[in-house]
């Protein structure tokens, strides 16, 4: 096992895979405790559109991305808070319009060889240099917005409206959150893939949540279990040739399972509450 | 010309001013040409049928809803103008308005009144941890400051918003329905607990369906179903016609020692 670690795409990919562990993980928790699983779905999903975009234009398709995630994750909040329309009908709106995008552009480039597959479901040998290095500065720009706003998150995912009302500054803060929603997921693409990184960034915090009523042990135990799937997964779809997004997930969806059956919240609601 | 110039005696400008407040979401009228002016240190209870409008008007005033129609103003200046003064008002919101599971402990819940306040990029202070200390202590949750409030009882976590709202050392306080999911013997002592800010000197809005109790606590009593249908002291309000053409449904009030009790014959 240890001499795949030689190897410069696997240490490449497991330090990507590392990044991308922490970074869903943290922004993750406010996915899960606010209820924006669906928004981080959508996102993702319109990542595809970027990359497609990406590939049109010449550029590296993960820059293309991270303007294309952003734009549509403002979309979606200025379409929710400006109209009538729900937050999750602006989703499901923005989610396979972005997508159409993505595989038009795509149908319009025949002769290009592009690993779709990849895109989609994420690939071990998908991770170059300037990938690691995109990845990385799109980590701890996302983890240093946490850490400057990590009051103002929390406040304004546990209780917008009063976050509003003692002067916090609620709506940017939320434009904030969905905008590391989008980095994040552009963060991890290349790794996990368009349509597995939503997963990612739900079920290690989800699993969490299970674990503890603490915010800050929340997070830390979440970032521990994302790492943890995130580089198991890696090496697993490395020793049994898989996929390694769908590797990653499911290992984490299995860590989530443990965490369900061994959850201190649902032994005690179990006992009964009123 | 209206009752309220009574009310309005007392000493100082009046905290809340609000002249003809209407305001309507697509087409529903929610409030209709509402006046009320609370002077300082007054406490009010609004009261009022499911759909009148007590939370919209509490929304108003904290600057979340925009009227369609009519002025607002709170400490002298319109909600859009406010800044520093929003430090002044105290909010708590209706229970129901918040995820109670969410991971966090009675002394983080209390100390986000304070976040405003503290600004963006910085930590709490040594001030802020004895305003949160302070606020836990005028409302008696001390002994709970670490416990998630998914471990809190209905009344407790109640007090955890009270002292919430407290640390940020308002003058304004506004409440909605804070008795909702609390026990009869708990929701007494809270209402204990506010009569005694509001003897401190706290201005208080409190919106409630519970008639016959609140009123028993407070020095007004405006009674609110989309348009003000009465406002004055409790013995006055509730002894009143209004009280049942409010309702809209048969009422009856039958005298239990100082403050009439409402009946409400529900339908079904």
Not at chain 2, 96 to 123: H, K, Q, T, W
Not at chain 2, 147 to 159: D, E, H, K, M, V
Request: charged share 15%; with cysteine.
């Amino acid at each position: 096992m240890t001499e795949i670690l030689g190897y410069a795409f696997m240490q490449r990919a497991l330090v990507a895979g590392a990044v991308i562990g922490i970074v869903c993980a943290v922004v993750g928790v406010y996915v899960v405790l606010k209820g924006l699983s669906f928004i981080g779905a959508g996102i993702a999903h319109a990542s595809f559109g970027g990359v497609a975009l990406g590939f049109l234009l010449g550029f590296n398709p993960v820059l293309t991305a991270v303007v294309f995630c952003m734009a549509t994750a403002w979309g979606i909040g200025l379409v929710s808070t400006r109209t009538k329309i729900k937050e999750d009908t602006a989703v499901g709106i923005f989610f396979a319009s972005t997508m159409a995008f993505g595989i038009l552009l795509i149908s319009l480039m025949r002769g290009y060889n592009i690993d779709l597959f990849g895109y989609l479901f994420g690939s071990i040998l998908a991770v170059s240099a300037q990938d690691l290095r995109i990845t990385i500065i799109f980590g701890i720009a996302v983890l240093l917005l946490v850490a400057l706003f990590f009051k103002e998150l929390m406040f304004v995912t546990f209780d917008a409206e009063m976050a509003a009302v003692t002067g916090v500054p609620a709506g940017k803060i939320y434009f904030l959150l969905i905008s590391l929603v989008a980095l994040t997921v552009v963060t991890s693409i290349k790794v996990v893939g368009a349509v597995l990184v939503s997963a990612l960034l739900v079920t290690p915090a989800a699993a969490a949540y299970q674990l503890t009523e603490d915010f800050r042990r929340m997070m830390a135990a979440a970032v521990l279990l994302g790492v943890g799937s995130a580089v198991g997964g890696l090496l697993l779809s490395y020793k049994l040739d898989t996929p390694s997004g769908a590797t990653i997930v499911l290992l984490s969806t299995a860590l989530y399972g443990i965490a369900a059956l061994i959850s201190p919240r649902r032994r005690r609601s179990r006992r009964g509450r009123t | 010309m209206h009752e309220h110039n009574k009310a309005a005696q007392q000493a100082g400008p009046p905290i809340i001013e609000l002249q003809n407040v209407s305001v309507a979401f697509q087409d529903i009228l929610v409030l209709d040409d509402v006046s009320l002016t609370v002077p300082p240190g007054a406490s009010l209870a609004i009261l009022g049928p499911n759909g009148a409008g007590k939370t919209t008007l509490l929304q108003v005033i904290l600057g979340l809803v925009r009227p369609t129609g009519g002025s607002v103003r709170v400490f002298g200046r319109t909600p859009a103008d406010m800044r520093q003064e929003k430090r002044r008002i105290g909010y708590v919101p209706q229970v129901m308005s918040v995820d109670l599971n969410f991971p966090v402990s009675a002394r983080e819940v209390v100390m986000m009144g304070r976040y405003g306040r503290i600004g963006l990029y910085r930590r709490p202070s040594r001030a802020d941890h004895d305003a949160v200390r302070l606020a836990m202590e005028r409302v008696g949750i001390c002994d709970l400051a670490e416990r998630p409030i998914a471990r809190l009882s209905g009344g407790q976590r109640q007090r955890v918003f009270l002292a919430r709202a407290l640390a940020n050392e308002p003058e304004l306080l506004l409440l909605d329905e804070p008795t909702t999911g609390v026990d009869a013997a708990s929701s007494e002592s809270l209402y204990e607990l506010l009569h005694h800010l509001y003897k401190g000197g706290m201005t208080m809005l409190l919106v409630s369906h519970d008639v016959g109790v609140v009123a028993s606590y407070v020095q007004g009593v405006v009674c609110l179903n989309r348009r003000l249908v009465a406002h004055g002291r409790p013995e006055e309000v509730l002894g009143s016609e209004q009280l049942a053409q409010m309702y809209g449904c048969e009422a009856m009030f039958f005298h239990h020692g100082r403050v009439p009790h409402l009946v409400v014959e529900r339908d079904r």
